[in-house]
């Protein structure tokens, strides 16, 4: 029995030793092998909850929810129907390269759902629909820049 616990002890030992040496190095992941012993230490980062933000409203959402009304009555006294962008930034279609789109081509939106999100210095605002409509085109291509005032879905109420 003692040999037991003098083992979870050299063990534990180990660990901490190894996470030390993690720390101070500022490693991600750290791995360990010794006959039947195997230790893997692997940080977890805060970054992670950084890059959420990219579904929480930003600071600049309200400012933004303003100025597409404006958009939208001069689009609408001009023909056709369009959503405009309410500042520069990269245009994407969906939260994540591997995630679905917001919308597509013939979907039907409601007011107040995310359509797209635009990343302006490095923060990813949401795009949100003021009024329910029918997405008949989207018209700038994913991950190229937009220009405030340009116009993004062509729709139809």
Same mark, same amino acid.
């Given at each position: 029995?003692?040999?037991?616990?003098?083992?979870?002890?050299?063990?534990?030992?180990?660990?901490?030793?190894?996470?030390?040496?993690?720390?101070?190095?500022?490693?991600?992941?750290?791995?360990?092998?010794?006959?039947?012993?195997?230790?893997?230490?692997? &940080?977890?980062?805060?970054?992670?909850?950084?890059?959420?933000? @990219?579904?929480?409203?930003?600071?600049? $959402?309200?400012?933004?929810?303003?100025?597409?009304?404006?958009?939208?009555?001069?689009? @609408?006294?001009?023909?056709?129907?369009?959503?405009?962008?309410?500042?520069?930034?990269?245009?994407? &279609?969906?939260?994540?390269?591997?995630?679905?789109?917001?919308? &597509? /081509?013939?979907?039907?939106?409601?007011?107040?759902?995310?359509?797209?999100?635009?990343? $302006?210095?490095?923060?990813? !605002? /949401?795009?949100?629909?003021?009024?329910?409509?029918?997405?008949?085109?989207?018209?700038?291509? !994913?991950?190229?820049?937009?220009?405030?005032?340009?116009?993004?879905?062509?729709?139809? &109420?």
């Amino acid at each position: 029995m003692k040999k037991t616990a003098k083992t979870q002890e050299t063990v534990f030992d180990q660990v901490q030793k190894f996470y030390q040496f993690m720390n101070s190095n500022k490693l991600e992941v750290i791995e360990f092998s010794k006959d039947s012993t195997y230790i893997k230490l692997v &940080r977890k980062h805060n970054n992670a909850v950084h890059q959420i933000p @990219v579904f929480a409203p930003s600071a600049h $959402a309200p400012a933004a929810a303003h100025k597409p009304a404006d958009n939208k009555q001069a689009a @609408v006294t001009s023909g056709g129907e369009t959503i405009k962008a309410p500042m520069s930034g990269i245009f994407y &279609r969906a939260p994540s390269p591997s995630s679905p789109p917001y919308v &597509r /081509e013939g979907d039907a939106i409601k007011e107040g759902q995310v359509i797209c999100v635009i990343e $302006a210095m490095k923060v990813f !605002n /949401e795009i949100k629909a003021e009024f329910n409509c029918v997405i008949e085109k989207v018209l700038p291509e !994913n991950g190229k820049p937009v220009e405030p005032n340009g116009d993004l879905f062509q729709v139809k &109420r």
